[in-house]
């Protein structure tokens, strides 16, 4: 995600950290190459010189040539206006004071409106709603059944009354059920186009004016770039959208539509798509964001990731057998699916502060065949054998790497690591005992 513009900007920062003080025409080559990786990453002209125009004001003021450490002055002056620039805060979906909520989600066609209709019905769902998907794009093949199979897999009503009768009857049909039902959110999944033409821009027109939505939401795909903000402009401009859904950002690695689409349409982006699971559906924190740009890591995030994937009574029962040193292979795999329901590890990774650059270090990828391969050798196992790894001998050995499609030394390695992070465990447990037995401190303390 954004990863040419994070190279570039941390190439860029990196070259002011050798410097110690700075100069006006050190800052004014540094931004030069901000300009130039901005513009590279498919960010909008005017949105980049207004923005390069602000950085400058504030980076060649008292504050940051003064300094004792000018560089970090600089990259703290970049976070704080790129922050600005996507919206500055989060901004949630308007709840209407009387219920039900009603959510219209508009776009052209392969933005993935229905995709993401089930995404944020579900999030909406985690969050305490009841809401109601209503199938109101009556035009594209399969659209409405679409819908439908996202409903039966998170357990969501889906109203729809077929591809014969008008989007305004469908979203007042969807309103009165959703009375009935007692639904509190109306999320709508309309038509889209190929482009932007006129009887389309009439037929949203139409439902906005029936039913009133409290939100309108725009859902445009992050990886057309310039093309995304173009669309939202029109939108914006034709409709008048509350913010937008910004869709595949986890595989935009320039960042065009990311930074351009608030500041061009003044509408913020209030949700993103991280991936193709129906969980992959983010609220936005542009000061998150900001920082996983400048390479500085996400913690925030990988926290609320963790605390929705790990289940609390399997964490406290691990941490109980660290303490008392009976950890398992079996509890080493358990560890490794819920590390997995996180999410991909590449996107782990870019949450931690500084891990971003592992892969440009030698044996610092992120490989997933890796975890894959230990997945299979532990699978290969017999239960007593995850139990005891210490009996697993030469042609147990053999048989765990022959039926788990690896190499002894495979198995042989796992073994290894297993066993040196059972000691690590163990020092860890023991510097515990030993720090409440002094009155929690450590003698090296």
């Not at 570039?8 to 006006?24: A, I």
């Not at 990988?302 to 029962?317: M, P």
């Not at 892969?359 to 065949?369: I, R, S």
């Amino acid at each position: 995600m954004l990863e040419g513009l994070t190279e570039k900007l941390q190439s860029t920062f990196k070259r002011l950290r050798g410097k110690g003080k700075l100069s006006e025409k050190d800052v004014n080559a540094a931004l030069r190459e901000v300009k130039m990786a901005l513009l590279e990453a498919d960010v909008n002209f005017k949105v980049v010189k207004d923005f390069i125009s602000i950085l400058k004001e504030r980076a060649i003021g008292a504050e940051v040539l003064e300094s004792l450490t000018p560089a970090q002055h600089v990259v703290k002056i970049v976070n704080e206006e790129l922050t600005r620039l996507m919206g500055g805060e989060q901004s949630k979906i308007n709840i209407a004071s009387k219920p039900p909520t009603i959510v219209m989600l508009v776009g052209l066609q392969g933005a993935g409106k229905t995709t993401s209709a089930g995404k944020l019905a579900k999030l909406m769902h985690k969050q305490g709603r009841r809401p109601l998907l209503v199938a109101g794009d009556i035009y594209r093949p399969a659209a409405i059944k679409q819908l439908q199979v996202l409903g039966e897999q998170l357990d969501i009503p889906v109203f729809t009354m077929g591809d014969k009768h008008s989007p305004v009857d469908i979203a007042k049909g969807a309103l009165q059920q959703a009375k009935s039902i007692n639904c509190d959110m109306l999320i709508i999944d309309t038509a889209g186009r190929l482009h932007i033409d006129e009887v389309l821009m009439e037929e949203l027109k139409a439902v906005k004016d029936h039913i009133h939505p409290h939100e309108i939401l725009l859902v445009v795909d992050a990886m057309t770039g310039q093309d995304a903000v173009n669309v939202a402009e029109t939108f914006n401009e034709q409709l008048g959208i509350d913010g937008v859904i910004l869709t595949k950002l986890d595989g935009d690695t320039r960042g065009g539509a990311a930074l351009s689409v608030r500041a061009v349409t003044n509408r913020p982006i209030k949700f993103v798509g991280m991936g193709e699971k129906l969980d992959a559906l983010e609220p936005f924190h542009p000061e998150r964001l900001s920082s996983r740009i400048l390479g500085m890591g996400d913690m925030l995030s990988l926290i609320e990731k963790a605390q929705t994937s790990f289940d609390a009574k399997k964490a406290q029962d691990m941490e109980k057998k660290i303490r008392e040193q009976s950890f398992t292979l079996e509890d080493f795999f358990d560890q490794l699916q819920q590390v997995k329901q996180m999410g991909p590890l590449d996107q782990i990774m870019g949450m931690i502060p500084g891990m971003n650059n592992m892969k440009n270090v030698p044996g610092g990828e992120v490989d997933e065949k890796q975890l894959a391969k230990i997945e299979a050798v532990i699978c290969s196992m017999t239960p007593h054998e995850r139990q005891q790894p210490e009996i697993i001998n030469g042609s147990r050995r053999r048989r765990i790497a022959l039926g788990s499609g690896t190499r002894v030394q495979d198995v042989n390695s796992l073994l290894k690591q297993f066993a040196q992070a059972k000691k690590m465990m163990k020092k860890i447990s023991d510097m515990q005992k030993g720090g409440k037995k002094m009155g929690g401190k450590f003698p090296f303390f």
